[in-house]
């Protein structure tokens, strides 16, 4: 096994690719914009990792996505040799390419959240149909709840029902134009600015401190993000032990107009991993429901409880 391992990597290019992939999982096209190679050229060089059984394939939708074998054999191997292959300029190159695509895509998904703020109550009616989302998350919500916090709060829709269940509500989002139409929103109810804060900021960084919030929710937004599992990590941080986590999300599905017409990234998620992220995030899981609405979409709502630290 060792042997076909060395062999599959006895070429520089092989070893830029796993260089990059050990840190990121990218499409082909990206892997392609890294190199500036040929995208035929990229194809075979991941074929002949791929067959090694050093890289692992994910299929999205039209899309595909690679990254470093996460376990196994060809796992240790290769955190065996990572001390070995010390980053040249190529390397360094390459990994800065990589973190432009990264911050590509988050301000992309910025303009395209504030290009279509004003319509994005009617796109998720168009999703939701009659399926009352924010109805169910403040259902979730924990009796005598200090601060309530929605994370990629959008238009304020979820957020303005969390205010009867808990004693003050944050809303965290990137789009600075949601943000406005959420107070916009909240100010038209009469809602005391002293009962909210509206905080502009990243999922995988939140402008939260430490146990903040005893209730905590993402609604239909992992499938926007580069990294969806560093967002639940983000997640468990502010939550105080015992705090509650409700994800609701779509589950796996082929329909590739979501990607074009709602900007998402994900073409939903397999229960499993769901499931994994937020148990290596620290969460334990403690409800699923599941419910059809509109484009024939599953959508998932899965409750979990913080756990007081996270597994090591």
């Known amino acids: 096994m060792s042997l076909a391992f060395f062999k599959a990597l006895s070429d520089e290019t092989r070893l830029r690719l796993i260089h990059i992939l050990l840190h990121y999982e990218l499409s082909v096209n990206e892997l392609v914009r890294i190199l500036d190679m040929g ?36 796992h240790d191997f290769l955190q065996a040799i990572t001390p070995f292959m010390p980053a040249d300029a190529a390397m360094r190159a390459d990994m800065g390419m990589a973190a432009h695509i990264l911050e590509e895509r988050a301000r992309k998904t910025r303009q395209f959240f504030n290009a279509i703020a004003e319509d994005w109550d009617e796109l998720n009616h168009e999703v939701l149909e009659d399926f009352d989302l924010p109805g169910r998350v403040a259902a979730a919500v924990p009796q005598q709840c200090r601060t309530a916090v929605d994370l990629g709060c959008g238009t304020g829709a979820v957020l303005a029902r969390l205010l009867p269940r808990a004693g003050n509500v ?4 990137g789009s600075a134009r949601m943000l406005e139409i959420c107070r916009r929103r909240l100010e038209g109810e009469g809602v005391p600015e002293s009962r909210y804060s509206l905080r502009i900021g990243e999922l995988d960084h939140l402008p939260l401190r430490d146990h903040e919030a005893d209730f905590a929710c993402i609604n239909l937004v992992l499938h926007h993000l580069s990294e969806p599992a560093g967002a639940l990590a ?11 986590l409700l994800v609701a999300d779509f589950l796996r599905h082929n329909d590739e107009t979501m990607r074009s017409r709602y900007g ?16 290596s995030a620290g969460f334990v899981l403690t409800g699923n429901e599941q419910s059809t609405v ?13 756990r007081a630290a996270r597994p090591i």
């Open 294 to 306: 509109g484009r024939h979409l599953q959508l998932v709502l899965l409750t979990a409880e913080a």
């Open 234 to 244: 983000e997640a468990h941080r502010i939550l105080a032990p015992g705090g509650r």
């Open 264 to 279: 998402d990234r994900w073409l939903g998620f397999a229960l499993e991993t769901l499931t994994e992220h937020l148990q």
């Open 39 to 74: 995208q035929s050229r990229v194809s075979r060089h991941l074929k002949i990792l791929t067959e090694a059984g050093l890289l692992s394939s994910r299929r999205d939708g039209l899309w595909v996505f690679y990254a470093a074998t996460p376990v196994g054999q060809a």
């Open 170 to 173: 944050i809303g965290v989002d």
